[in-house]
Structure formats: C-alpha cells, structure tokens
C-alpha cells in the first residue's frame, strides 16, 4: 500500500534546532498534501504544519516563525528552529494522495520522538 517514514527526531536543547523528514513510498499517483501533527502524552493529536502539492501552507498558530515546512516529490521535511520544551511530542508524518487503481485516501507515518529538554 503506502509507507510513510519519517526520521531526524532526536534530544534538542531549548533554542536548537531539527529537521524532520517523511518519504511517501508506494504506487503513489498523486499526492495532495502532507503534513506534520504531533502528540504530547497525555494529550490529543494537533496539526502542526501542512502542505499542498502546489506549495500553500498551513501552520499551528505555536509554532509560526519557527518552523518551515517544504515538499519536494514524494518528500515532506519540516524544519524547526528556537525549539521549546512545550514541542516535545511524538510527530507524525500525514499524506492525502491517490495510488494507482485505488481512491483517494490518507496515511500516517509511524512516528519520531522529539524531545526538547537541557
């Protein structure tokens, strides 16, 4: 079917940075949009960042000005800069795209840690 696989999670200092990235694999046709939501324990799962396939984007209202979200292909990358504890969640890589010989759906990643802490 699809695969979602994201990576470049890791332990940040306050004030570091990361990048993100997700690679869509599969018979993919046509993507839509993808995008990046996060969850913190205990807490409901939040959009973060998305893009579509022409380039607009969405962001969180707590992360503007920090973080960039960018596409290329089948590739979503979310780069995050002036990191805050309150960001450490598990973040979940997200696609609208169509496969071939199958309808338009959404899929989800697995998942990478990031943890923001001194």
């Known amino acids: 079917q699809v695969q979602l696989v994201e990576s470049g999670g890791g332990l940040v200092q306050p004030g570091g940075s990361l990048r993100l990235s997700c690679a869509a694999s599969?018979?993919?046709?046509?993507?839509?949009?993808m995008g990046w939501y996060r969850q913190a324990p205990g807490k409901e799962r939040e959009l973060v960042a998305r893009?579509?396939?022409?380039?607009g984007t969405t962001y969180a209202d707590s992360v503007k000005g920090r973080f960039t979200i960018s596409i290329a292909k089948n590739r979503v990358f979310l780069q995050m800069n002036s990191l805050k504890p309150n960001d450490t969640a598990v973040y979940y890589c997200?696609?609208?795209?169509?496969?071939?010989?199958?309808?338009?759906?959404?899929?989800w990643g697995q998942g990478t840690q990031v943890t923001v802490s001194s």
């Open positions: 893009i579509t396939s022409g380039g």
């Open positions: 599969g018979s993919i046709s046509r993507i839509n949009f």
């Open positions: 997200n696609a609208d795209l169509k496969l071939y010989l199958r309808p338009r759906d959404e899929y």
